[in-house]
């Protein structure tokens, strides 16, 4: 089509001058041109005027961009661990270096974990849905007596191992924890804080083996950094390269498949539950979670959608799939959940 002539012309003309005048990476490079792509999105748009578009142009338009940076951010965040991990690969970095890098790459393995769910998140926010924001666990381990009530900790078990390297102690230690606790007035017990403290118990798993036990690479060696450095290029070469289709799509993308899909109210009124309308398909919306997922594509534009959700899905089950476990061991603490109260004496 003529239009989609002019917008590859117009991209690449302007790419050539934008580098020209600015060394850019290859990343920057791309959000430019998906810049160019989706600003005369509505133009390419427009020759569906007339047709009846769920959710109008301006979303189709609105979902182009969320997909464009949300790509754009996770290959970004899979080049900061790549870089993380080749520091971390050299000799002469002293242990205290190697925990701030260890600290940094959980942090990051975290952004990729929630990558789907904020990509769905944004979708649903553009089609009129009122969303939840995911709470930050990171710094709350597990309350033994009070399943649905974590305890809040200042430090991760990370920060914990970072605070000793500054005191000059070992970082590589088995915790305990010491819990300060108060009596309710309906007699029960309610943890208020508390103190980590270091224990030598062989079958208490020291900070390292905490580590070792999860899917991250450990930067806290040169040796096990090199082991890693593969397992992230792999991922990071799949994320580039469909970042460079998700561009060429954007490029040549017209939106005339855009009507006559399937609608949620072509669907039996028992498969509507939980359900909704967006430009690029069905959301279905968890009711238990309230997190949401594209579950019926209707679209080209759509069906990309779930192709970047499914990346994001398939690199984080390799190298986020676990985090570091929080939970320690309670030092002398194994009260009964309610106390009985008498007149003159305490019940347990």
């Not at 790509?71 to 050299?90: D, I, P, V």
């Not at 929630?114 to 990509?119: E, I, N, P, V, W």
């Not at 949620?264 to 919306?285: H, R, V, Y």
């Given at each position: 089509?003529?239009?989609?002539?002019?917008?590859?012309?117009?991209?690449?003309?302007?790419?050539?001058?934008?580098?020209?005048?600015?060394?850019?990476?290859?990343?920057?490079?791309?959000?430019?041109?998906?810049?160019?792509?989706?600003?005369?999105l509505?133009?390419?748009?427009?020759?569906?005027?007339?047709?009846?578009i769920?959710?109008?142009?301006?979303?189709?338009?609105?979902?182009?961009?969320?997909?464009?940076?949300?790509?754009s951010?996770?290959?970004?965040?899979?080049?900061?661990?790549?870089?993380?991990?080749?520091?971390?690969?050299?000799?002469?970095?002293?242990?205290?270096?190697r925990?701030?890098?260890?600290?940094?790459f959980?942090?990051?393995?975290?952004?990729?974990?929630?990558?789907?769910?904020?990509?769905?998140?944004?979708?649903?926010?553009?089609?009129?849905?009122?969303?939840?924001?995911?709470?930050?666990?990171?710094?709350?381990?597990?309350?033994?007596?009070?399943?649905?009530?974590?305890?809040?900790?200042?430090?991760?078990?990370?920060?914990?191992?970072?605070?000793?390297?500054?005191?000059?102690?070992?970082?590589?230690v088995?915790?305990?924890?010491?819990?300060k606790?108060?009596?309710?007035?309906?007699?029960?017990?309610?943890i208020?804080g508390?103190?980590?403290?270091?224990?030598?118990?062989?079958?208490?798993?020291?900070?390292?083996?905490?580590?070792?036990?999860?899917?991250?690479?450990?930067?806290?060696?040169?040796?096990?950094?090199k082991?890693?450095?593969e397992?992230?290029?792999?991922?990071?070469?799949?994320?580039?390269?469909?970042?460079?289709?998700?561009?060429s799509?954007?490029?040549?993308?017209?939106?005339?498949?855009?009507?006559?899909?399937?609608?949620?109210?072509?669907?039996p009124?028992?498969?509507?539950?939980?359900?909704?309308?967006?430009?690029?398909?069905i959301?279905?919306?968890?009711?238990d979670?309230?997190?949401?997922?594209?579950v019926?594509?209707?679209?080209?534009?759509?069906?990309?959608?779930?192709?970047?959700?499914?990346?994001?899905?398939?690199?984080?089950?390799?190298?986020?799939?676990?985090?570091?476990?929080?939970?320690?061991t309670?030092?002398?603490?194994?009260p009964?959940?309610k106390?009985?109260?008498?007149?003159?004496?305490?019940?347990?």
């Amino acid at each position: 089509m003529q239009i989609q002539s002019l917008t590859n012309y117009t991209a690449n003309i302007l790419s050539k001058k934008y580098n020209a005048q600015n060394p850019i990476t290859q990343t920057n490079k791309n959000d430019f041109q998906d810049s160019v792509s989706i600003s005369e999105l509505g133009q390419r748009l427009s020759i569906n005027k007339g047709r009846k578009i769920s959710g109008g142009t301006s979303d189709i338009k609105e979902a182009a961009s969320l997909m464009s940076k949300t790509l754009s951010g996770f290959e970004k965040t899979l080049e900061e661990m790549n870089e993380l991990t080749k520091k971390a690969s050299k000799n002469n970095l002293t242990a205290l270096e190697r925990i701030d890098m260890q600290i940094k790459f959980e942090e990051l393995r975290e952004n990729l974990a929630g990558a789907s769910t904020k990509l769905n998140e944004g979708l649903a926010k553009i089609s009129g849905q009122k969303t939840k924001s995911l709470s930050d666990t990171s710094h709350e381990i597990e309350n033994p007596f009070e399943s649905d009530n974590p305890i809040k900790i200042e430090r991760t078990l990370l920060e914990r191992a970072r605070d000793r390297l500054m005191k000059g102690e070992d970082w590589n230690v088995a915790e305990i924890f010491n819990p300060k606790y108060e009596i309710s007035d309906d007699g029960h017990y309610k943890i208020t804080g508390g103190t980590f403290e270091k224990i030598d118990d062989s079958e208490e798993p020291t900070v390292l083996e905490k580590i070792n036990a999860t899917d991250t690479v450990n930067l806290m060696s040169s040796v096990t950094a090199k082991r890693g450095l593969e397992r992230i290029e792999n991922e990071l070469n799949d994320v580039k390269h469909l970042r460079d289709r998700f561009s060429s799509f954007l490029m040549d993308y017209d939106g005339e498949d855009l009507d006559g899909q399937l609608q949620l109210s072509d669907l039996p009124a028992e498969d509507q539950i939980n359900k909704f309308q967006t430009a690029l398909g069905i959301m279905l919306k968890d009711p238990d979670t309230e997190t949401f997922k594209l579950v019926q594509p209707i679209n080209r534009m759509g069906y990309m959608f779930t192709k970047i959700e499914s990346m994001f899905e398939k690199v984080s089950s390799k190298l986020a799939g676990s985090m570091i476990s929080e939970n320690i061991t309670f030092q002398n603490f194994s009260p009964s959940l309610k106390i009985e109260f008498d007149e003159n004496n305490i019940i347990l």
